[in-house]
């Protein structure tokens, strides 16, 4: 049987243009990684280097970062000089770290230390990913929650969805009352305190020359109490 032959390699990244034109940047994140394995004693097979790139894309995204995870097999090694410059979200760097320490790659990110897949290490680095994954997640679902309540508060329509029956989107993507299903929505609410079920009341509104189903009905009543649009 053949002898499992293990590779070394970099990942290095810079986000803007001036960084890729000097170069600076990436030459000192090149000689940390080739530091870093020299300590090792081992010898970089090859350096992806991500020019031009923001971090905010996850790894797996990013052109070199994807072929850096294409590459890198069991037993393999990853040297990159910061978190930052492989990462940005702790979700990605969570899901990543997970991935490399089932295949038993070792990933060092030189801020941090040492092998950030080994028992050592890998405990506290992933409990405090973990907790930075949860936190974005909730600060993502709380910044979602805010745009929508404002939007909703100055009467502008959310994440591109149709205007609700009765409305139209005005200049600037402000609600603007139609008069006719105003009307409508009027007669629809007499129709409903008097009994009348939905099936109902869409069919006389069609009869009318309304196109409304009863689920129309159902959701003109839920809105019903929209709020006033600023003039």
């Not at 410059?85 to 991935?99: G, I, K, N, P, W």
């Not at 979602?144 to 139209?168: C, H, I, N, Y």
């Not at 139609?178 to 409508?184: I, K, M, T, V, Y």
């Not at 629809?188 to 009869?207: D, F, K, M, V, Y």
Request: with cysteine; net charge positive; charged share 30%.
């Amino acid at each position: 049987m053949g002898v499992s032959v293990t590779k070394t390699y970099g990942y290095v990244r810079v986000s803007t243009a001036a960084q890729v034109k000097d170069g600076e940047s990436l030459d000192v994140q090149r000689r940390k990684i080739e530091g870093r394995a020299l300590e090792l004693g081992k010898t970089v097979d090859h350096i992806y280097v991500e020019e031009g790139v923001s971090g905010s894309k996850p790894l797996g995204e990013r052109p070199q970062g994807r072929a850096l995870l294409a590459a890198v097999k069991l037993g393999d090694t990853v040297i990159c000089s910061k978190l930052d410059r492989m990462f940005r979200s702790a979700a990605d760097a969570l899901q990543v770290l997970e991935e490399f320490k089932r295949r038993k790659i070792s990933l060092y990110l030189l801020d941090l230390g040492g092998d950030c897949t080994s028992d050592g290490i890998a405990k506290l680095v992933f409990s405090i990913l973990a907790a930075a994954a949860e936190f974005e997640r909730f600060r993502g679902s709380e910044r979602v929650q805010e745009m929508v309540a404002d939007r909703r508060s100055r009467g502008l329509t959310v994440g591109g969805r149709r205007p609700p029956f009765g409305w139209t989107i005005g200049p600037g993507g402000m609600l603007r009352p139609l008069p006719d299903e105003q009307r409508a929505i009027r007669f629809i609410r007499r129709l409903r305190a008097n009994g009348h079920s939905l099936r109902t009341i869409a069919a006389r509104l069609q009869r009318r020359g309304l196109k409304i189903s009863h689920m129309g009905v159902k959701a003109a009543l839920r809105r019903a109490s929209m709020p006033k649009p600023k003039k």
